[in-house]
């Protein structure tokens, strides 16, 4: 049974570019977060999607967006992107339904450097 | 302000013995707290949740309290390993959050000393 994949691993962008990131959550999830981890800090909540929709965000600018697919995959889109911008980004997924308080699955992330 | 402070950034043990984590969290209201395992350029992975009416939770080798009037938990490992070196978060699930359900405290780095 996979467990959350996400891809690619690493990826090396400049300021200003766009980026996609993809997550699929775990077979039987439905519920995929996304989180930014900078380098030896705690994971921020970036976004939360179910049923297709942006359910939940957290402090992040417009240039963050993202997308769920029928499938319960996901990806996280970042425009014009900045030097700060550089972190772990992990999606984590969950069986919520309407029951927000499940723990979540996390992927090991896409590692974004910035140049 | 609302703020989640972990013990430590660092704490060394020696192997066998019992490593003692402390999450402290003020401002904030949580309904339940999660403990998360996190080894470097891995995800963060699940081990105990705690709800804000349960005083303990135990798996195997590690426990958790929770006491909400000291707005502290406190997680146990026992017979530590050196296999349990790692990064461990807390994180709060916030009731009625407005826009972060989960709120992660920076992190304990433990290291059994074999």
């Known amino acids: 049974d996979a467990g959350v994949t996400q891809s690619p691993t690493h990826l090396i962008k400049t300021r200003g570019q766009q980026v996609t990131l993809r997550c699929s959550p775990k077979s039987g999830h439905d519920t995929v977060s996304w989180y930014q981890q900078a380098l030896g800090q705690e994971p921020q909540f970036i976004f939360q999607y179910y049923e297709e929709e942006e359910r939940q965000r957290g402090n992040f600018p417009d240039r963050f967006s993202g997308h769920q697919f029928p499938n319960y995959s996901s990806e996280l889109n970042v425009n014009a992107l900045l030097l700060g911008d550089s972190a772990l980004y992990l999606c984590?997924?969950?069986?919520?339904?309407?029951?927000?308080?499940?723990?979540?699955?996390f992927g090991d992330g896409t590692r974004l450097s910035i140049l | 302000s609302q703020k989640i402070e972990q013990n430590s950034e660092a704490l060394n043990i020696q192997e066998g013995k019992t490593a003692t984590l402390t999450c402290n969290y003020t401002?904030?209201?949580?309904?339940?707290l999660q403990w998360y395992r996190q080894d470097p350029g891995r995800g963060p992975v699940f081990l105990l949740l705690i709800r804000e009416n349960e005083k303990e939770k135990r798996k195997e080798r590690l426990k958790v309290t929770f006491d909400t009037t000291l707005k502290q938990s406190l997680f146990h490992i026992t017979a530590s390993q050196p296999a349990d070196s790692a990064t461990y978060l807390c994180?709060?699930?916030?009731?009625?959050?407005?826009?972060?359900?989960?709120?992660f405290g920076k992190g304990t780095r433990l290291s059994v000393i074999a």
């Open positions: 994180a709060l699930f916030l009731r009625n959050s407005g826009n972060t359900p989960l709120v």
């Open positions: 984590a997924s969950s069986s919520q339904g309407r029951r927000r308080n499940q723990p979540q699955h």
């Open positions: 401002n904030y209201s949580p309904a339940y």
